[in-house]
């Protein structure tokens, strides 16, 4: 197999070395790179499998990203925002600042205080970093909602976490399209139980009467001193889909945190003072927090954001994007990448990418052939590609080359190897270290700075998902293969859950869904194999006895988008009389899988009803939707 070069020269041995001996230490020395009120009493409280850091410091993640900067870089662009009319904006770091204040005064105005919750649901604008920096100011918790979420799961989303307020706009806009934000916002409000006011930036016109508008800030004052926080106070609760019917709202802190996404922002990124950095990640989504909303201002960079899909109104929309703001560091997914590669491998040619001098990927594995396209084609074979692996409830980066770091060889499809400081495994069924080159299960064997704090209001269930099949360990839920020079291959979730554009979409949530509609009796929902996508949602339902199937999958389409969103839509929709199943009653998701992508069917000694599966082929073959996938 060829092999890459990091290609940057960088080399800073000590900080991997440094990282190898006591990573507590290792993390207390990256900690103190950033401003802290009151220093911290003890870098790590590890009381498994609950890790508090830098226990009893003080600090404001907004003083981090603003405050510190105005000294120096108070006319430095912080965020070139452009939208998918063309329109562009260009946002400084002193205007960053007064705009955060003002809106922190404005919610503070509204009741808001340390420790309330905010709901946000607003699309790709400036505004949605403002609001999340300005709850920040205050110590306030952000819980952000993606907006292409329904109006229950943002419903749902609200009154989980008890928020007060949300911020939303009347409009987005994207492929062309319209987004009713306010409209779904308002279906919402009506199953709120908490939210005593809504804060609305209008962009068309027209605005519920009793609704504050977002311009109601530039009556408030611009100063608004940074509230300390103690290092473990929370940040922000991020939902996300799990293997139950629920997504969980994992809850990130404040010191440990920041102190990672810092650190890998700069080591991965090699971050200079005159990068243009651009990610393609929704703020909805945890990239979008960590290193969209975050990490650059931490770092004082540049960071384009765009409002609007990568291939409208064209598909070279995003070379276009990158040759016009001389964008130089370049994040994004293998499903965007697959996406452009397909339409036409050779487009970016015709544009002058030569500003691009670090390439990218995360979210879902990238395949080799994707990857030696971005280095090749994209990068010009300039670009180092890095493929950074990590999860909403790590926080950050826990596998990547570090090109602002380290000089190392860079493999096709693999993420090389764990970030300093973290200590990671493959294991086997039994929990012994995998050999080399064979499959098993991703673990990580000591705490994280980035580390997620608990699951909101569920202490058990974090215990449960991530602590309970290795105990002691720390369990994602991916399978990887770490070969002979320890580099990390990702191969995707060992779990019920679908990577589906690079969203994490739980199929029990799915399930839970369908079997909401009256008529249907059980469902069961797989992930199949998608060029493009990385995975698409096949639906199998049974209906109640008695029950008409007449119309039934647009219906069932439509229940998903109402309750999920439009992301969960499915691919293909299947009536069946009957699920294949266990003896003890589980239904067997693998047979449905292997009958839908064409595979060897496997065991069937444990199956309750053979017969179930001749069913369920005969309805395949009449759609034509067996072994064609
Ligand atoms: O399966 C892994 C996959 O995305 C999951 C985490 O999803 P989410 O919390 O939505 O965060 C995505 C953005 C950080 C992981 O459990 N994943 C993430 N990055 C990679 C990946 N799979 C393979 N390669 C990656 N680089």
């Known amino acids: 197999m060829e092999v890459y070069s990091t290609n940057l020269g960088r080399s800073d041995p000590s900080i991997r070395e440094g990282a190898s001996g006591d990573n507590v230490q290792f993390w207390d020395e990256q900690a103190r790179l950033l401003h802290w009120f009151t220093p911290w009493k003890e870098t790590l409280r590890w009381n498994p499998p609950f890790a508090r850091w830098f226990v009893g410091g003080t600090t404001n993640i907004s ?256 070379w276009q994007i990158l040759e016009k703001h001389k964008v130089s560091i370049f994040y994004t997914t293998p499903t965007a990448l697959r996406m452009l590669m397909r339409h036409n491998a050779m487009a970016a040619k015709s544009y002058n990418l030569s500003s691009l001098r670090l390439l990218g990927s995360v979210g879902e594995p990238i395949n080799p052939e994707v990857w030696v396209w971005y280095h090749d084609v994209i990068g010009d074979g300039r670009c180092p590609v890095i493929d950074t692996w990590w999860q909403t409830e790590t926080g950050g980066m826990l596998i990547s080359a570090l090109p602002g770091l380290e000089s190392i060889p860079l493999k096709p499809g693999s993420g090389t190897l764990p970030i300093p400081g973290i200590d990671m495994a493959v294991l086997d069924e039994n929990g012994k270290t995998a050999p080399p080159d064979t499959k098993g299960y991703l673990v990580v064997r000591n705490p994280w700075p980035g580390m997620m704090l608990t699951l909101w209001g569920d202490e058990q269930k974090y215990r449960d998902t991530y602590w309970s099949r290795f105990p002691d360990y720390y369990y994602p839920g991916d399978y990887a293969i770490q070969d002979k020079d320890g580099y990390m291959w990702l191969l995707g979730r060992a779990d019920d859950i679908l990577k589906v554009s690079g969203h994490r979409i739980g199929t029990a949530e799915l399930e839970s869904c369908l079997v909401s509609h009256k008529k249907v009796a059980e469902s069961a929902v797989i992930g199949v194999p998608d060029e493009i996508r990385g995975e698409g949602i096949v639906v199998f339902v049974v209906l109640r006895s008695g029950m008409d199937g007449m119309g039934m999958e647009s219906e069932l389409e439509k229940i998903i988008v109402s309750q999920i969103g439009t992301v969960a839509r499915p691919d293909a929709i299947h009536i069946v009389p009957i699920l294949p199943k266990t003896r003890s009653g589980k239904i067997m998701r693998r047979l449905l899988k292997s009958l839908v992508t064409g595979k060897q069917i496997g065991d069937l000694t444990t199956m309750e009803e053979p017969g179930a599966l001749d069913e369920v082929r005969r309805i395949l073959q009449d759609c034509g939707c067996d072994e064609s996938w």
């Open 63 to 318: 003083y981090n990203a603003l405050d510190i900067h105005q000294d120096d870089i108070a006319d430095k662009p912080a965020i070139i925002w452009e939208g998918e009319d063309g329109t562009s904006q260009t946002v400084s770091y002193g205007t960053l600042y007064l705009q955060v204040q003002k809106t922190a005064n404005l919610l503070k105005s509204l009741g808001v205080r340390k420790g309330d919750r905010v709901t946000i649901y607003l699309p790709m604008i400036p505004e949605i970093i403002v609001s999340m920096m300005a709850c920040a100011r205050l110590g306030a918790v952000h819980t952000v909602v993606f907006s292409g979420f329904s109006a229950k799961s943002l419903a749902d989303r609200m009154n989980d976490s008890g928020s007060t307020v949300l911020i939303t706009a009347d409009v987005g806009y994207r492929r062309g399209r319209i987004i009713p934000l306010a409209q779904t916002a308002q279906e919402a409000l009506k199953s709120s139980l908490k939210i005593r006011h809504t804060i609305m930036v209008q962009r068309q016109d027209g605005i519920p009467s009793t609704w504050v508008p977002w311009t109601e800030i530039n009556n408030k004052s611009d100063k608004c001193a940074a509230e300390p926080v103690e290092s473990t106070d929370p940040l922000f609760i991020l939902y996300t889909s799990g293997t139950t019917g629920r997504p969980k709202g994992v809850l990130h802190g404040t010191g440990g945190y920041m102190t990672h996404i810092h650190s890998t922002f700069r080591w991965a990124f090699d971050i200079q003072d005159t990068d243009i950095y651009h990610c393609t990640a929704d703020v909805g989504w945890v990239t979008g927090h960590s290193y969209v909303a975050y990490a650059p201002f931490l770092c004082g960079a540049t960071e384009v954001m765009y409002e609007g899909a990568p291939d409208h109104p064209n598909p070279s929309r995003t």
